[in-house]
C-alpha cells in the first residue's frame, strides 16, 4: 500500500474533513504506540508501511509502560480533541489508523503487536475494528 492510498484509506473510513487531519491521526497514533512498544517491533512495523508513515514508528528508543486508557489520554492530549467528545472520537480514530495499518502489513506483523500489548486485555480496544471485519483478502495483494 502506497502512502496516498494509506492516508486516503484512513480519511474515508474516519471520516475527517481533510487528508491532513488523517495524516496529524495518524502521526499522532503511531507517534504513541511507539512509545509503548519494543524499538524491535516497531521499527518491523514500520518497515512495512510505506516511509512516510513508517517513520512515526522508529522515533523512540525508551519504552514506557502505560495502558490503554493512557494510550487515549495522550492520543486526546496530542490531538487536541474537544471536551465533550474527545474519549470517543479519539478512541474512533486510533482503531481506523490501526484497522488501515492491518491491511497494510503482514498478520505476522499484528500478531507480534498485540503480544507486545498484551496481558493487558484492555489493549484489545485498539483492534475492535481489525477484529470486526471479516475483509475479504486477495492473496495476490496481501503481503505474507
Known amino acids: 500500500m502506497d502512502y496516498d492510498t494509506f492516508?486516503?484509506?484512513?480519511?474515508?473510513r474516519g471520516q475527517f474533513p481533510s487528508q491532513e487531519d488523517a495524516v496529524r491521526t495518524t502521526r499522532?497514533?503511531?507517534?504513541?504506540?511507539?512509545?509503548?512498544?519494543?524499538?524491535?517491533?516497531a521499527e518491523n512495523l514500520g518497515e512495512q508501511l510505506p516511509e512516510e508513515i513508517g517513520r512515526h514508528l522508529s522515533k523512540v528508543d525508551d519504552v514506557e509502560r502505560f495502558e490503554w486508557n493512557g494510550f487515549v489520554d495522550r492520543i486526546i492530549e496530542k490531538g487536541n480533541y474537544r471536551p465533550d467528545d474527545e474519549r470517543g472520537d479519539a478512541v474512533h480514530h486510533t482503531r481506523v489508523v490501526m484497522d488501515v495499518v492491518e491491511d497494510a502489513v503482514t498478520v505476522g506483523a499484528i500478531e507480534d503487536l498485540r503480544d507486545q500489548l498484551?496481558?493487558?486485555?484492555?489493549?484489545?480496544?485498539?483492534?475492535?475494528?481489525?477484529?470486526?471485519?471479516?475483509?475479504?483478502?486477495?492473496?495476490e495483494q496481501r503481503p505474507e
Open 7 to 12: 492516508i486516503g484509506e484512513v480519511q474515508n
Open 28 to 41: 499522532i497514533t503511531l507517534e504513541t504506540l511507539s512509545q509503548r512498544i519494543e524499538p524491535g517491533g
Open 118 to 139: 498484551s496481558p493487558a486485555d484492555d489493549w484489545n480496544e485498539l483492534f475492535v475494528l481489525v477484529d470486526q471485519e471479516e475483509k475479504p483478502v486477495d492473496e
